[in-house]
């Protein structure tokens, strides 16, 4: 936690997703908090206009690190593992939050959606053409992704704030993996492992009836 000021480099997220999935295809809870760790340090990087995001995150983030080093850690080294624990002991609110607001698995599933969010982003930013709108971009993400567990006052106050991001090719240098053709090529490689951790995520939790815990 103490680099999360550092500057934010692509590659620290690629190893963490990579590295997110054992070979049970398992969600492993600290490369996941540390593959955001790095995101929200991109986030950070581009000044104040996704604070509203990158603060909800890393309390989110915080959660999640206080339930690994609690004396229940055994039950939080995977996303799987804790989700059964949880269930399992009815320490989840599954109605509405009363007992258990602050559980791993509703912090969780507020990082997941922003996650779907960003992955949405930066494919746009990798495939979109280099004078390509950024604004519209983000808000087109956002609309397909978080906008739908926002009211409508956050959601026209972001879709306004998207109007002042910077340019394609700032967005790019900013992942700092050398040119903006290299991290069209880095996001590229990164993006695949992203997905499929959100995939697994979503599966696991459709199966649990866990996506619209309140």
């Known amino acids: ?21 054992n070979e049970k295809e398992e969600v492993l809870l600290d490369h996941y908090l540390a593959g955001w760790r790095g995101l929200v ?3 950070n990087s581009l000044g104040a206009i996704f604070s509203f995001i990158s603060k909800d995150v890393m309390t989110k983030v915080q959660v999640l690190e206080r339930l690994r080093s609690s004396p229940q ?28 607001p602050d559980s791993g698995c509703r912090t969780l599933l507020r990082l997941h959606r922003a996650l779907r969010w960003l992955q949405l982003f930066l494919e746009g930013l990798r495939t979109s053409p280099e004078d390509a709108s950024t604004a519209v971009l983000c808000t087109d993400s956002y609309n397909a992704s978080l906008a739908a567990y926002h009211p409508w006052v956050i959601r026209q106050a ?20 050398g040119s903006p053709e290299q991290a069209v090529e880095m996001l590229g490689e990164a993006l695949p492992f992203i997905e499929h951790v959100y995939s697994v995520s979503q599966k696991l939790y459709t199966e649990h009836a866990l996506l619209d815990l309140p």
Not at 159 to 174: D, G, I
């Open 73 to 100: 850690q055994e039950h939080y080294l995977s996303l799987q593992s804790m989700v059964a624990y949880e269930v399992g002991h009815q320490l989840v609110d599954l109605q509405r939050r009363s007992r258990h």
């Open 158 to 177: 972001v879709t306004m704030a998207f109007c002042t991001l910077p340019t394609r090719k700032v967005f790019l240098e900013a992942m700092n993996v």
């Open 1 to 21: 936690m103490g680099d999360l000021e550092s500057d934010f480099n692509l590659r620290v997220v690629l190893v963490s997703f990579k590295q997110c999935l």
């Open 41 to 43: 340090r991109f986030l």
